[in-house]
């Protein structure tokens, strides 16, 4: 398959069409305007709808309102945005709606700037609606792994009654990578396979089969049957869709946390310092959520492993989850920048040489 030049925000646009999107709203912000600008010429193309919503919450219920129905359905936006989104994100996730959801971070908190930034961690994986819900959520660390994850996000998104999303930053929206675009899913709503969905029921039919799309339960009881449910699906994600990244950590004395597009950046040091002998390596979660818990435990509880590095573009946010991770079993420092500033390689170059040296 031959290699295609293209914007981050328009090659994942396209790769959502390709499988088998066919409902976006949204409403611009940058970084992500290329997003819906892209979905404005090419969803009359292959028979879907655009729609310029007039805010994003009337965005994310036109989401409810389309996932509600089977389709599948798509909607983007930047951190501010997003927050916007959240009252529409917890009902989907109330009402076991699979739809995809892409944030594409830009620094805060507020309207903050309009630059790459990883600040929207917590609101992402730990919720950032009312309620105890999570969302199966992606990290990609370039424009081709969006694309990958893109073309089975709707797929986890219906296996688990789930939304899914893409937690990426500015800069994968922004760049310009070579990809390869998959071929085209012929994707069709079928009822049989969805007999949740409202497709349509007339006098007559099975009242059993009749759809309701629902995610309020005025008793109790009916609300912590719900939730039980909801938590058999979180456990079977957190059981099966658990995604990750080793790089050179084999033989790693240093092991480098990170996601995102600082990982590469992260791996920019780490190829430098193997050169000149420094056993250092990089583990970075794929998925978020569910977080790879076990995979990192296993990864840093080597016997030559001396320290865990975290870098990150905020304050500190996904360390959490990494010390929860390895539960005090090795020492944990942190290193990252806030307001959009990327850390450098020399930065980090530095980081991982205090940890080495004992420091």
Request: aromatic share 8%; glycine share 10%; net charge negative.
């Amino acid at each position: 398959m031959a290699l295609t030049l293209m914007k981050g925000s328009e090659a994942i646009a396209e790769a959502a069409i390709r499988a088998g999107a066919r409902f976006f709203f949204g409403y611009p912000i940058t970084p992500q305007t290329e997003i819906p600008e892209y979905m404005s010429a090419r969803m009359p193309e292959v028979g879907g709808c655009f729609l310029q919503a007039e805010s994003e919450v009337a965005a994310i219920n036109m989401v409810y309102g389309a996932a509600g129905t089977g389709a599948r359905v798509i909607t983007s936006s930047s951190s501010p945005g997003v927050s916007l989104k959240q009252e529409g994100i917890s009902y989907c996730a109330g009402a076991q709606l699979p739809c995809v959801i892409l944030n594409v971070m830009r620094g805060g908190p507020g309207l903050g700037n309009i630059q790459a930034s990883q600040g929207d961690y917590f609101q992402g994986v730990k919720g950032g609606g009312n309620g105890d819900y999570h969302l199966l959520t992606y990290a990609p660390s370039s424009v081709q792994e969006a694309i990958d994850i893109m073309m089975f996000a709707f797929d986890k998104a219906e296996k688990y009654r789930m939304p899914v999303l893409f937690l990426a930053d500015g800069i994968i929206a922004q760049m310009m990578e070579p990809v390869e675009m998959p071929e085209m899913v012929d994707f069709k709503v079928d009822p049989e396979k969805k007999p949740w969905a409202c497709t349509g029921w007339k006098p007559g039919d099975d009242p059993a089969k009749r759809g309701v799309i629902n995610s309020i339960y005025i008793d109790t009881e009916s609300l912590t049957v719900h939730n039980a449910e909801l938590q058999k699906s979180y456990k079977a994600a957190r059981e099966n869709e658990q995604m990750w990244e080793c790089y050179k950590t084999d033989d790693a004395e240093v092991v480098v946390t990170a996601f995102g597009t600082v990982a590469r950046v992260v791996k920019s040091v780490i190829d430098e310092l193997r050169e000149e002998g420094v056993k250092v390596g990089l583990f970075r979660p794929i998925t978020v959520w569910p977080f790879p818990y076990d995979a990192l435990r296993e990864t840093v509880m080597k016997p030559q492993v001396k320290g865990v590095l975290d870098v990150e573009v905020n304050e500190g946010q996904m360390l959490e989850d990494v010390k929860l991770a390895i539960e005090g079993g090795k020492p944990v420092s942190f290193f990252g920048h806030l307001g959009s500033q990327f850390p450098t390689t020399d930065e980090i170059r530095g980081e991982i040489l205090k940890i080495k040296e004992g420091k």
